[in-house]
């Protein structure tokens, strides 16, 4: 229970947390599952985001067992008749060469998404480096983009919320999963509490999502954000859901990574949840064919935790 305790650490899409597993106590094996009553119909209509999610309780689960002494053998999608079995996980110990993700195991619990201003002081290029190689490693692209695609990335955040401010459908769906403490609202358990919107932006200058869009919560603080973000856009050359899984790995891999060098993270899947966006956030000159995810990097104060459903909830034996 202690693994996937650890796994269930991992972000999602509106803190879904659209993930189920199953202990095969007799073969040594732990399935991963997607959970499709936790999908998101209308931000994540592929599943490509719930994919992710997946992906980066994968890498938890990793370095759970690494920390461990134990070797993760991973085999993604190992049911081609079951398109929502993700991975099967084997243990063969000793840790071997993944004895080096145990070092992450103390970020687990310290890594959270920050909604909240960042100074304005710059990472130096031998940490954005070690970012760069933790994606390598799980087969994606770190890209940190230029001025001219940082600025095109901006545009494509300021679109977003337009096009999300004239959805209804899309509006409504992000509303079901935050909580304000209003009555009728989903099990504390899950989603985005309101302790974790953030302030609001004065100007836009900065990849944040505003969950609270509807203005629900009273006397809720207003700052100014950085005028220079730090971003990374993480992506593949496919767009599968082997890529979608990878990339999640990849992501909890950057995430950990960022959190021991002392950055403060978030995460904006804002404007890649609009096909008529999502392409042009690329840069056509990099080595990535689709994004997955714009990061937010930088210092600053590191967010609050947020629910997570207890493993009683998310875990069965088979």
């Known amino acids: 229970m202690s693994l996937v305790e650890d796994a269930v650490t991992a972000p999602s899409m509106h803190n879904a947390q659209p993930w189920t597993f199953v202990a095969r106590t007799e073969a040594g094996v732990i399935e991963l599952h997607g959970d499709p009553r936790r999908a998101l119909p209308h931000g994540d209509p592929d599943h490509r985001a719930l994919h992710v999610g997946c992906g980066a309780a994968l890498f938890g689960l990793r370095v759970a067992a690494a920390h461990r002494s134990l070797r993760p053998v991973v085999r993604l999608l190992p049911s081609p008749g079951d398109p929502w079995h993700f991975a099967d996980v084997r243990f063969d110990g000793p840790a071997g060469s993944d004895a080096d993700l145990g070092a992450l195991h103390a970020a687990l619990a310290r890594r959270h998404t920050s909604r909240f201003p960042f100074t304005e002081e710059r990472i130096p290029d031998e940490v ?12 994606c692209r770190l890209v940190v983009p230029g001025e001219w695609h940082a600025v095109a990335v901006m545009g494509l955040v300021h679109a977003s919320a337009l096009f999300e401010a ?3 459908a899309v509006r409504a769906e992000i509303a079901a999963w935050t909580r304000t403490g209003a009555a009728g609202e989903g099990p ?10 953030g302030p609001r932006q004065y100007d836009v200058t900065s990849p944040v999502r505003d969950f609270d869009s509807l203005r629900r919560v009273p006397d809720r603080d207003a700052a100014r954000f950085e005028k220079r973000p730090q971003i990374a856009l993480l992506g593949t050359l496919e767009d599968t859901p082997e890529d979608w899984l990878k990339a999640g790995q ?3 891999h950057v995430l950990l990574r960022a959190t021991l ?6 995460l904006m899947s804002q404007p890649l949840e609009w096909p008529e966006l999502r392409f042009d956030a690329r840069d056509p000159g990099a080595a990535i064919g689709f994004v997955h995810m714009v990061l937010r990097l930088g210092y600053g104060p590191g967010g609050r935790t947020t629910p997570r459903r207890p493993v009683s909830e998310v875990l069965t034996f088979g």
């Open 188 to 197: 504390p358990t899950e989603g985005v509490p309101s302790y974790a919107f």
């Open 128 to 139: 954005v480096d070690g970012l760069r190689a933790a994606a390598l490693l799980e087969g």
């Open 250 to 252: 990849a992501l909890q």
């Open 166 to 168: 004239a959805d209804e």
């Open 261 to 266: 060098d002392g950055l403060a993270t978030s």
